[in-house]
C-alpha cells in the first residue's frame, strides 16, 4: 500500500529529528533536553513569536471579517449570473498566484523612489518623505500583512460566498414576509449556515499564516532587524543559515505538538463537516 | 449540515409593520445598493492592479523604469526583459526542470492517490480505519512545511538526492497525495457501486472493470486533481529553497526569488520572470475553476461557477 511510502517519508523524519534534536550542535553526543530548555532562554525565539503572532492575528482578522462582509454585500448585491461569474474569476486569480510571484507584485508596488504606492500617495498631496514600506519595522509588517489580505481574502469569500448560496431562498422570503431587516437577516438566517464554514475557514487560515515563509522572504527577508522574521523564517535561519539543526529539531518538535494538539481540538469539529 | 435546524427557529426581527410599501425605503435601498456596487467596482480595480502593474513593468524597456512620474503602460512595449531573464540569465533551464518535476509529480501523485483512494471506498475496509486514515491524511495538510523539511533535507543529504529533481518530486508527492486522495474519493463515491458490479458479473475482471468503467467515469475528477497538483507544486518554494543548490535542479520558483536577492534589482526582468511563474498556474486553474475551492477545502465546499 502507498500509505507505506507516505508513512516512510513522514514518520521516518519524525524519528530522525527526535534523534537531531537530542544532540549537541556540531559537537555531537548526547544531549538530553538540552536544546528543548534552550528555548525558553532564545530572546529571538521570543521575539519570533511575537512577531508571528502579531502577523496571525492581523492577517486572519482582517480576511475573515473582510471576507465575511464582501461575501454578505455580493449575495445581496449581484444578482446577475455573469457578474458574479465575473466576481469569482477575479477573486481567483490571486489565490492562485504562486506567493513568490506575489510576493515580486508588491516588492514593485513598494519600491520607495518611484513605486507606484509612493508615486499615488504624492499625487494625493502627501510630500514627506517617502515611506519605507519595506524597511521600516511597522510598515514591513504592514507590506507583508497586505499581501497575505491580497491573497488569501478571497479564499474567505468565496468560501462563504458558497455557503450564503446554499441559504434556501424561501427561507429568506419568509424572512422578509415577517419583516426581517438586513441585520436580522444575517445574524439569525444566514448565520447559522455559515458558521461551520466560519470555523473551516478560521483553521485554513489560522495554520496558513502560521507557517508563512514565502513572500516574507520575497518582500523583506525577515527584517528589517527582526520584526518580520516568522517562526518559518526563524526556524529557516537557524537550520540552514547557522546550520544547527539539533536546536532547529527541537523548535521544530515543539511546533508540531502544538499544531497536533490544536489540530485533534479543531478535527472534532471538522470532521462533521468533512466527511 | 448540522446547524440546519437552528436556522428554522422563527426570526425575532425588530420591524413587525412590514405591510409599509412605502417608495422611500425603496428608494434608499437602491442608492445604498448604488453605493455598494460602486464600492465593489472599485475593489476589482485594486485587486486587478497589482497584477496589471507587474505585467506593464515586465513590457517596459529598462530606460523607462525610473521615468518621474512613471507611465502606467509602458511608451516602447518590449519583450527585451523576458528574453534577457530567460535566455540570458538562462532561466529557461528552470523552468524545464520546474515542469519536469511538475508532470513528474502529477503522475506519481495521481497513481498513488487512486491506489489509496480506491479500496478506501470500494473494499471492505474497517469504517475506524478509513476515518483514521483520512484524518490523518487532512492533519498533513496543516504540518508548517518549515518542520518537516528540517529531517528531510538531512535525509536527503544522506541519501545522496540533494540537488537532485527526483528528491522534488519525492517531497511533492508525498505533499500532495493527502488532498488527492480526499478528492478523488469524492468522485469515486459518487460513481455507483451497482455500476462496477455489473461489469464483474459480465464476466470483467476487477482490473478491467477498474480501467473500462471505473476510470473513464472519473476522468474529470483525475483531469482536475492533476491540474491543481501541477499548480501547487509549480508554486511551491520552500523545499525547492532547501533542497537544490545549483540550476541543475532548480525551479523557476527558485529563479523568481533570485532575481530579488541580487544586489541590483533588475525590476523589468523580475517583473517579467514573475508573470510567467504566475501565468502557468492562472492559466491552468482558471481551467479547473470549478473544482479550486473544493480542493482547497478538502471537498468541505462544493462550488459551481
Known sequence: MPVLFLLTVVVYPLFYAIGLSLQYYRVGGFAGLHNFAFAFEDRLLGASLRATALYVVLAMGIECLLGLALAVAVQRTVRSALGRTLAYLLFIVPMVTPPVAAGVIFRLMYIPEYGIVNVVLRD???????????????????????????????????????????????????????????????????????????????????????????????????????????????????????????????????????????????????????? | MTSADRAAEPCTAPGRAAAAPAARPRRRRSLLRGLVLASLGVLAGVYLFPFAWMVSTSLKPTRELYLQPPSLWPLHPTLDAYAAALVGAGDWVLLRNSVIVCLATVAATLAMALLIAYPL????????????????????????????????????????????????????????????????KGFLQEVPQEVEEAALVDGAGRWRAFFRIVLPMISPGLLAAGVITFAL???????????????????????????????EIIW????????????????????????????????AVREKA
Open chain 1, 124 to 275: 494625493l498631496g502627501y510630500h514627506g518623505r517617502p515611506i519605507l514600506w519595506m524597511s521600516s519595522p511597522g510598515m514591513a509588517m504592514f507590506s507583508v500583512v497586505s499581501v497575505d489580505v491580497w491573497q488569501w481574502m478571497p479564499f474567505v469569500f468565496l468560501v462563504l460566498f458558497a455557503g450564503l448560496s446554499a441559504v434556501p431562498p424561501d427561507m429568506i422570503e419568509a424572512g422578509e414576509v415577517d419583516g426581517a431587516g438586513g441585520w436580522a437577516r444575517f445574524r439569525h438566517l444566514e448565520l447559522p449556515y455559515l458558521k461551520p464554514l466560519l470555523l473551516l475557514v478560521l483553521v485554513f487560515r489560522f495554520t496558513d499564516t502560521l507557517r508563512v515563509f514565502d513572500h516574507v522572504q520575497v518582500l523583506t527577508m525577515g527584517g528589517p532587524g527582526a520584526s518580520t522574521e516568522f517562526l518559518s523564517l526563524y526556524l529557516y535561519r537557524i537550520a540552514f543559515k547557522f546550520n544547527n539543526l539539533n536546536y532547529a529539531s527541537a523548535l521544530a518538535l515543539y511546533v508540531v505538538i502544538v499544531v497536533s494538539i490544536l489540530f485533534a481540538v479543531a478535527s472534532r469539529y471538522l470532521s462533521e463537516e468533512l466527511a
Open chain 2, 121 to 184: 471506498t470500494r473494499l471492505g475496509v474497517p469504517p475506524r480505519f478509513r476515518r483514521g486514515l483520512l484524518s490523518w491524511l487532512l492533519s498533513l495538510r496543516f504540518l508548517p512545511s518549515i518542520v518537516v523539511v528540517i529531517p528531510i533535507f538531512a535525509t536527503v543529504r544522506t541519501v545522496g538526492l540533494y540537488d537532485q529533481l527526483p528528491a522534488l518530486v519525492l517531497i511533492y508527492t508525498a505533499f500532495s497525495l493527502p488532498f488527492a486522495v480526499w478528492m478523488l
Open chain 2, 233 to 263: 507544486a509549480w508554486s511551491e518554494f520552500l523545499y525547492a529553497l532547501i533542497l537544490t543548490a545549483t540550476p541543475r535542479s532548480q525551479t523557476f520558483s527558485i529563479g523568481v526569488w533570485s532575481f530579488v536577492t541580487e544586489f
Open chain 2, 268 to 299: 523589468n526582468q523580475m517583473a517579467a520572470v514573475g508573470v510567467v511563474s504566475a501565468l502557468v498556474p492562472i492559466v491552468l486553474l482558471l481551467g479547473a475553476r470549478r473544482y479550486v475551492i473544493s480542493a482547497l477545502t478538502f471537498g
